[in-house]
């Protein structure tokens, strides 16, 4: 320390470490909250459905709810589990497919059904390698930069007319929306105007995610 600088006084010193404790309980918090919102919400709306049998004063009982809630989250976690389970035999596959083309006959519902399936289909365990590789754009105005993630190099319709006649190389960028990644634009740029970047895909969506707060190291440590 400079020995011109006085030293911190004794309640900066505290302010310090109260902001650092709350920045480490932070993660922790923040995990409880979800926790607990989870389990009102879900187990607080089906704790009446699976347990209707008990009494009304021990179901409702202040010092009981949280457990009924808990039990009620735990018995719908298993059965969306079960779901998953059975839908990969045909029996399964055929109800949930009956199930779904009953969706679609309801108007109003077929369209907001479809929308959802889109978005779970785009974002789903089955897409998982959707993106590539995290690429640099510059957008929304030429000088500013965002994150974006490479989707195609495919040379379809839309990349041969940007492309025009001298052919040249146009990639699909997908530059998500902050903090709300599911939500964005889709560019067809020439291969000169991106930047691939290093980063892995998931450290990329923790960038944008987190408002670029989370920053991955760099250069990445290589394997030992």
């Not at 089906?46 to 039990?71: Q, T």
């Not at 998953?84 to 108007?107: D, Q």
């Not at 998982?128 to 379809?156: C, H």
């Not at 492309?163 to 634009?185: I, K, Q, R």
């Amino acid at each position: 320390m400079n020995a011109a600088e006085p030293a911190p006084s004794a309640l900066v010193r505290l302010r310090n470490a109260f902001v650092t404790g709350l920045l480490l309980l932070s993660p922790l918090g923040v995990t409880w909250f979800v926790f607990a919102w989870l389990v009102g919400q879900v187990g607080g709306s089906f704790r009446p459905l699976f347990f209707f049998y008990l009494p009304e004063k021990l179901l409702n009982a202040p010092a009981l709810g949280i457990v009924w809630n808990i039990l009620a989250t735990l018995i719908v976690i298993a059965l969306i589990t079960l779901l998953g389970y059975v839908s990969r035999h045909f029996l399964g596959r055929f109800l949930l497919g009956s199930l779904e083309r009953l969706v679609r006959t309801i108007p109003g519902v077929n369209s907001v059904y479809n929308t959802v399936k889109q978005i779970v289909t785009t974002f789903g365990a089955d897409k998982r390698n959707l993106f590539s590789k995290v690429v640099l754009v510059q957008f929304p105005i030429e000088g500013s930069w965002a994150i974006g993630f490479l989707t195609t190099k495919t040379r379809a319709e839309p990349q041969a007319r940007v492309a025009g006649a001298g052919g040249a190389e146009v990639w699909g960028v997908f530059v998500p929306t902050t903090p709300n990644p599911t939500s964005g634009f889709l560019l067809f740029l020439p291969r000169e105007k991106i930047v691939e970047l290093e980063m892995s895909v998931g450290d990329g969506m923790k960038l944008i995610i987190s408002g670029g707060s989370v920053i991955p190291p760099w250069p990445a440590a290589s394997p030992e």
